[in-house]
């Protein structure tokens, strides 16, 4: 079984400061895929970022950046510069082996504040 | 990009009428597309994965005699909610995979908001 755990309901940052959206998981799959998702108030789902198991290095999409820790189980999406339109649902998928659907992370709601 | 395109983006029916959501993927071919389910407030639980040309699977503890899921294309999904309830009142939205340089990634429909008085 796979899990995903968003500890953060809710996080507030200053525009143009960076923020870290926390995302632990938990699967006994050898290989795996960790996801960031953006859900705005529209409700679309908007793909961010996309960080392999055996990935050596940790992805990086623009202003998106995934801390990848593997011994930790962790995949932290950071934003930096954070702008306004940055204000939406952020959800940490994970996809494993032999399973292509997606399971989701509870999300966390970002506020960017002026 | 990948677009998924999903129509309607919100429906109000009657309870105890059906209602059929489309989701297409636009400039790719799935054979494998998904349908979740979002509640207000929570995350997305998905629903099935519907196969193009096979029956869905279907997750446990979803009816599939209630969420009739037909894949007849490779570009065409639907939902067909039978007989609905207010309880099934919630946001339903697919995604279809795309693979591209050996990672596949699912790309979403914007969404179909379901009210069911």
């Known amino acids: 079984a796979q899990k995903i755990t968003q500890t953060q309901p809710g996080m507030f940052v200053q525009e143009k400061e960076a923020v870290t959206l926390d995302c632990t998981y938990d699967?006994?799959?050898?290989?795996?895929?960790l996801f960031w998702y953006k859900q705005p108030s529209s409700g679309e789902m908007i793909f961010l970022i996309y960080?392999?198991?055996?990935?050596?290095q940790n992805a990086t999409e623009g202003r998106y950046s995934l801390n990848f820790q593997k011994a930790r189980k962790s995949a932290n999406l950071v934003i930096s510069a954070s702008q306004l339109g940055d204000s939406a649902m952020y959800f940490c998928?994970?996809?494993?082996?032999?399973?292509?659907?997606?399971?989701f992370g509870s999300g966390t709601r970002l506020q960017v504040q002026p | 990009g990948a677009v998924v395109s999903q129509h309607p983006s919100r429906v109000i029916c009657k309870s105890g009428t059906s209602v059929k959501i489309e989701c297409r993927s636009l400039?790719?071919?799935?054979?494998?597309m998904f349908w979740y389910r979002q509640f207000p407030k929570q995350s997305l639980m998905l629903m099935a994965t519907?196969?193009?040309?096979?029956?869905?699977?279907?997750e446990q503890g979803v009816e599939k005699d209630k969420f009739l899921i037909n894949h007849a294309s490779l570009t065409l999904s639907t939902l067909t909610v039978t007989s609905a309830h207010p309880e099934d009142s919630s946001f339903y939205i697919c995604?279809?995979?795309?693979?591209?340089?050996?990672?596949?990634?699912?790309?979403f429909g914007p969404g179909t908001r379901l009210l069911v008085l």
């Open positions: 995604s279809a995979s795309m693979g591209q340089g050996g990672v596949e990634t699912q790309y």
């Open positions: 699967t006994s799959d050898p290989s795996y895929g």
């Open positions: 960080q392999g198991s055996y990935d050596q």
């Open positions: 998928a994970m996809r494993g082996t032999g399973r292509r659907a997606l399971t």
């Open positions: 400039d790719f071919q799935a054979t494998t």
């Open positions: 519907s196969n193009e040309g096979s029956k869905a699977t279907y």
